[in-house]
């Protein structure tokens, strides 16, 4: 509460509203036909006892209930402090039900704990820095996304994007010769900017793999041509695979559906060492790093991912300590940064963001809180991916981050993630913050020394 | 009432340190069963450095920010918590019952602290029930069991106070001092008072996790 009444600038509260929200989601009701109270009972009581052990243990037997973990989650403090969106207020009304009536919940209990777990909980994993016994909620809320996974109830866009996956080893239904097609099709483009440029496909022995997720191809691939452009220009010996096993998100990971995560990440490895390079480098995104550095990994027994995985935020900061981009002129407009829950909780990249920023560009102001603090953009943990009927709700949860942007003066958010440059921008035009959000890559690709590029009048003349 | 008094504080106790002993070795034994059984690639990513800083942290009044963001529960809790601990081992009267029985003692509390720390206890416990009441977000997820360990928790220090007066009836009170700071005992390892036990391990897994794994701060 306190960071709502320390800003000046007002948002109005709509969290009244929030009970009238009533999403219809097709995923969710056809899901629940199937069910009947044995299935119910039988299903939580399997997923219980053959998937969880001492953590579910020790969590509650060791919680003293004490609601301290509430002011850190974003959707409870936007929703003025209504109990049933902080973090174990969630647990309370989901998990903690089923383990304490031993699995005999209704229909209907699935239904709201299903609409709690997947699309009002981004896992952002804040509140594990407020809970005095070291409670990890965003754990609780995955066991109920995987028992609403093994019943069926899933929302029916995140379970597209999961059914792609499967089908298509990509998030967005991108077919093989789309994927070839757009990296040549950027490629050319490239170089009528570089002569000479290049991205190599299937190059065995490249140092580096560099893989994006699916939205790139599908309607970002200016990113692939600003991430071609930097990797030439820093003479990096890197590739990209041409075949199935180049996306590494995962929505699988969110769905609960761990057994389509463990065949994406075995065939993302399997492609690495196909080709044999000496570490992955991936684009800015937090959910796939997440993906293969902490859960996809663990799923397939690999305690750390078995090759060197490098974020960008990371790479750019080594291309730039090591001098192999420089740059021209910094990036004059005043930025802000943030920092996206899975590089900063997930692997505490948060200053070596903020040393690229500088980097970049001459003005920088902090938005408040930051760093392992800051709050998530709303978006993350596949709430984004459950489609417009949740919407509306992810607007109001993200009030406090609307705030929280506004107050810090900049007109520039720069957000190093896919999935929270997506929630950002809907926050954005929602609450018409009148921002720009934009990648490091954007930024990078706008102020480095690019030797041998044409100038804007010889390609405009090419 | 002796005859009452000498079996509470005889038999009785002697059942309570072994139901007590008992539940803790059963509760840990079953933690490290599941652990072994089921989780033991989670053992890979304890790390001792940062579960200790981690712990250090938590341990540490105001060494943490969720502590400087609420200064109340944070004074409340860690007086609670020191206070909990201290009258039980440190006061006169439970130094001079150890000295008869096993010839052993230790330095005591002067009186008036004893005095003064002993209601630090109750004094919390309401400071806790009326937060459990009054905010909406610690009532959603309190049930009544909370409200009775607060009571259970709070009897022993209340009727001990009490005899330690001599009040009238203060035989009585004994009785129902030395009954509920059993009954407290008992239930320690089996309510969600064993977070005492659990704290530790779960303090641990996270500051492992956040420090060995994710490069950030759990505090």
Not at chain 1, 369 to 395: D, F, H, L, S
Not at chain 2, 110 to 121: E, N
Request: proline share 5%; aromatic share 10%; glycine share 6%.
């Amino acid at each position: 509460m306190d960071a709502l009444a320390e800003n000046k600038v007002r948002i109005p509260s709509m969290a009244g509203s929030s009970a009238k929200l009533q999403a219809v989601d097709a995923g969710i009701e056809t899901g629940l036909k199937g069910l009947t109270p044995a299935k119910i009972t039988e299903v939580i009581s399997r997923v219980l006892s053959a998937e969880t052990g001492a953590r579910l243990m020790a969590y509650f037997s060791a919680c003293t209930h004490c609601g301290l973990c509430s002011e850190a989650c974003h959707f409870y403090l936007s929703m003025d402090g209504d109990p049933a969106w902080s973090p174990m207020g969630k647990v309370k009304q989901t998990l903690w039900e089923m383990v304490k009536k031993k699995g005999r919940v209704s229909p209907a209990f699935i239904q709201r704990a299903a609409r709690i777990a997947y699309t009002e909980c981004n896992l952002c994993r804040r509140c594990s820095l407020y809970c005095p016994i070291g409670i990890d909620v965003a754990y609780l809320l995955s066991v109920v996304r995987r028992i609403c996974h093994a019943l069926g109830v899933i929302p029916l866009y995140l379970q597209d994007t999961v059914n792609s996956h499967s089908a298509t080893f990509n998030q967005m239904w991108v077919k093989a010769d789309e994927w070839v097609d757009t990296l040549q099709w950027q490629e050319e483009d490239a170089r009528d900017e570089i002569p000479g440029l290049r991205i190599p496909l299937e190059k065995e022995g490249a140092e580096i793999m560099y893989s994006v997720i699916a939205p790139e191809p599908k309607f970002q691939a200016g990113l692939l041509y600003k991430a071609a452009v930097i990797m030439n220009t820093a003479g990096v010996d890197w590739t990209m695979p041409a075949r199935p096993g180049w996306d590494n998100s995962d929505m699988a990971m969110y769905s609960g559906d761990f057994e389509i995560m463990g065949r994406l990440k075995r065939l993302y490895f399997e492609t690495a060492v196909r080709l044999r390079v000496k570490k992955i480098v991936m684009c800015e995104c937090g959910h796939a790093f997440r993906s293969i550095y902490d859960t996809g990994n663990r799923w397939l027994g690999w305690r750390m991912p078995p090759i060197e995985t490098q974020h960008a935020i990371d790479f750019y900061h080594e291309l730039l300590e090591k001098g192999r981009i420089r740059i021209a002129k910094k990036f004059q407009p005043l930025v802000t940064l943030h920092d996206p829950c899975n590089m900063v909780r997930g692997f505490g990249l948060h200053e070596r963001a903020r040393d690229v920023v500088k980097a970049l560009c001459e003005n920088f102001v902090e938005m408040t809180p930051n760093r392992e603090y800051n709050y998530c953009c709303t978006a993350g943990g596949g709430v984004i991916n459950c489609g417009p009927p949740y919407k509306q709700t992810r607007m109001l949860g993200a009030r406090v981050k609307a705030l929280q942007m506004q107050t810090a003066g900049a007109k520039i958010v720069i957000a190093p993630c896919h999935n929270c440059h997506s929630g950002l921008e809907d926050i954005n035009q929602h609450y018409r913050l009148g921002l720009h959000i934009r990648y490091l890559a954007d930024i990078l690709y706008e102020v480095m020394e690019k030797p041998g590029a044409k100038e804007l009048s010889e390609q405009e003349a090419a | 009432m002796h005859e009452l008094y000498m079996i509470v504080s005889g038999p009785m106790m002697w059942a309570t340190c072994v139901v007590f002993s008992g539940g803790v070795i059963y509760q840990l034994g079953r933690l490290l069963r599941l652990l072994l059984r089921k989780e033991r690639s989670l053992l890979s990513y304890m790390s001792l450095r940062y579960s200790l800083r981690s712990i250090a942290h938590w341990i540490i009044p105001f060494g943490t920010l969720n502590m400087r963001r609420n200064p109340l529960i944070t004074l409340v809790s860690f007086s609670f918590h020191i206070c909990l601990l201290i009258v039980p081992v440190f006061l006169t009267a439970h130094v001079v019952l150890w000295e008869e029985a096993w010839n052993i003692s230790w330095s005591c509390l002067p009186g008036p602290v004893a005095d003064g720390i002993t209601l630090v206890v109750p004094a919390a416990c309401i400071f806790f029930a009326w937060r459990r009441l009054r905010r909406p977000e610690v009532r959603f997820v309190s049930d009544p069991a909370d409200f009775m360990f607060l009571v259970l928790v709070a009897l022993p220090f209340l009727s001990g106070f009490y005899c330690c007066r001599h009040w009238p009836g203060y035989e009585v009170v004994m009785i129902v001092h030395i009954v509920s700071g059993q009954a407290l005992l008992v239930s320690l390892p089996f309510t969600r008072l064993a977070h005492m036990i659990l704290v530790w391990f779960t303090r641990s897994y996270m500051g492992s996790e956040f420090g060995a794994v994710r490069h950030a701060r759990d505090y």
